[in-house]
């Protein structure tokens, strides 16, 4: 099993930056890929970004217009989502979520392993 705690979500105003973090503790880690999604009320869950454990190659969604960057800190077991220029469409809860084989990263049936989610609320 493995277990995903987001946090860093809060109240920003529109413009500014957040850092998500997503650490990862049980059985770790033999994930295959970490993903960020979201989901606003009312709305599906979107693919945000993912990044591949191994290899740390990355992959977006085209919404987030190069604002947002994903990473990793493999001896910390975490991945981060640092997002800049937030807009208030980028309101949502935000879930990292793991997969233990290959697969398309924007796939939520991917993965495995989901966390609770961290809001992010973006004010105009």
């Known amino acids: 099993q493995v277990q995903l705690v987001e946090s860093g979500g809060r109240l920003v105003q529109a413009g500014e930056s957040l850092r998500l973090s997503c650490a990862a503790s049980?059985?770790?880690?033999?994930?295959?890929?970490m993903g960020w999604f979201r989901q606003a009320p009312g709305k599906e869950r979107e693919f945000v970004a993912a990044?591949?454990?191994?290899?740390?190659?990355?992959s977006y969604t085209d919404s987030i217009e190069g604002r947002f960057t994903i990473s990793r800190d493999n001896a910390k077991n975490t991945v981060y989502l640092q997002m800049n220029s937030l807009k208030p469409e980028d309101t949502a809860v935000y879930c990292c979520?793991?997969?233990?084989?290959?697969?398309?990263?924007?796939?939520?049936?991917?993965?495995?392993?989901w966390g609770q989610g961290t809001q992010v609320t973006v004010s105009s």
């Open positions: 990044i591949r454990w191994s290899t740390g190659y990355t």
């Open positions: 979520a793991a997969s233990v084989v290959p697969g398309h990263p924007a796939a939520a049936s991917l993965y495995d392993y």
């Open positions: 049980g059985r770790t880690f033999s994930a295959y890929t």
